[in-house]
């Protein structure tokens, strides 16, 4: 017999309208701003600084208080855990992008038993967990979710499983995630540069850059070799770098496309 928990989900969830948007139940913060905790600009310590997580996991969490509200469960309850298993089995779109991050955050991985979507690099069950969440945000672009709030989905992905990413990629997106808590986005072009510069030791003179401004402008590194790769080439340099991009680290739902492209993990 299903639970109770299963019964008065599945009742709520027969009328749901398709791709609820999320993170937007609270205001972004008007400027970025030191933490007070870590000294590092706010958001840059997640997750390790409980201010910085916090800061960014409140756009997750209200999200997730509301289904929890919504199903009449209390946060840490029995039926907490069961309702993360029946999210993340229900089909795409069915919940806020925020609750199926929120839910696999609760859940462990039954292969490696680290948080879902957070274990080894070899782990199957994470590695199959992580590539489906992405399929929300290519059918959910660019109206449940946009740019911003994708490219600040995967900073926190990225974050939390630094481990699953190549050091210069886990650099670049600490090194952005304070802005794109305010809703500043870079562009493509600015995003390389950035993560070019990472890769060659220039971490520490980042981090100084207390503006957007300041971090997407940074000097393109002289040995740095034009991107070949097709997506690349098929567009002049110029014209690429002033595309804004949801996700400039992968490919991503693109703000001048009407349908995004894939999203290796």
Not at 31 to 57: K, M, N, T
Not at 124 to 153: F, K, Q, T
Request: aromatic share 6%; proline share 9%.
């Amino acid at each position: 017999m299903p639970s109770a928990t299963v019964c008065a989900y599945l009742s709520r969830v027969a009328d749901h309208q398709p791709f609820p948007p999320g993170a937007r139940r609270v205001a972004r913060p008007a400027a970025v701003s030191p933490c007070p905790s870590c000294g590092d600009l706010a958001g840059r310590g997640y997750p390790a600084c409980r201010f910085c997580a916090e800061l960014v996991d409140q756009y997750w969490l209200l999200d997730w208080q509301e289904l929890l509200a919504a199903e009449q469960l209390a946060e840490g309850g029995a039926g907490e855990r069961e309702l993360a298993e029946l999210v993340l089995a229900d089909e795409v779109g069915r919940h806020p992008w925020t609750c199926t991050d929120w839910a696999m955050t609760l859940l462990a991985c039954s292969q490696c038993g680290e948080e879902l979507a957070t274990g080894p690099a070899d782990c199957v069950r994470c590695a199959m967990a992580d590539a489906l969440r992405w399929s929300w945000d290519h059918a959910g672009y660019p109206v449940a979710i946009n740019a911003g709030e994708h490219a600040l989905r995967v900073a926190r992905a990225v974050l939390r499983a630094p481990h699953r990413h190549r050091a210069a990629t886990v650099g670049a997106w600490r090194l952005l995630l304070p802005f794109l808590l305010v809703g500043e986005l870079p562009t493509v072009g600015q995003v390389r540069r950035i993560r070019a510069a990472v890769l060659a030791g220039a971490y520490a003179e980042l981090s100084r850059c207390t503006t957007h401004v300041e971090l997407a402008t940074y000097p393109e590194l002289p040995w740095r070799r034009p991107d070949r790769s097709p997506r690349a080439d098929h567009q002049p340099k110029a014209q690429r770098d002033q595309h804004p991009t949801a996700d400039p680290l992968q490919d991503a739902p693109h703000p001048s496309t009407s349908e995004p492209a894939a999203d290796p993990v």
